[in-house]
Nanobody, 130 residues
Framework: QVQLVESGGGLVQAGGSLRLSCAASGRSFTNYAVAWLRQAPGKGRDVIAAINWGDGRWGDGRTYYADSVKGRFTISRDNAKDTIYLQMNSLEPEDTADYYC??????????????????WGQGTQVVVSS
């Protein structure tokens, strides 16, 4: 059974940084697309960053960023550790949300449709104070 566990959330002041981690067990991340999504209070769950399959030797490892986080957030993967990271810099109060990592059952490439991700972590909360 695939399990994803996020960590690294917390309270930070505007302008600060956090790094979220998502560790997989039960299956390797290497051959599948992985995404970070977030859900702010009263809003839907949106894909904010995603990365294609690959380990540096093969797979294109292409990334996607939502406009709201482009230039501030960076998604990366450490396949040896089966861990995905989201480095978040220049945080803004609007980034306050529950953050989730998710991966697909079969797909190699990312999608911006949240419902196309099959496995989800439990989420980690990020609160950015002004």
């Amino acid at each position: 059974q695939v399990q994803l566990v996020e960590s690294g959330g917390g309270l930070v002041q505007a302008g600060g940084s956090l790094r979220l981690s998502c560790a997989a067990s039960g299956r390797s991340f290497t051959n599948y697309a992985v995404a970070w999504l977030r859900q702010a209070p009263g809003k839907g769950r949106d894909v904010i960053a995603a990365i294609n399959w690959g380990d540096g030797r093969w797979g294109d490892g292409r990334t996607y960023y939502a406009d709201s986080v482009k230039g501030r957030f960076t998604i990366s993967r450490d396949n040896a550790k089966d861990t995905i990271y989201l480095q978040m810099n220049s945080l803004e109060p609007e980034d306050t949300a529950d953050y989730y990592c998710a991966t697909t059952r079969n797909a190699l490439t990312w999608t911006t449709s949240a419902h196309e991700y099959d496995y989800w972590g439990q989420g980690t909360q990020v609160v950015v104070s002004s």
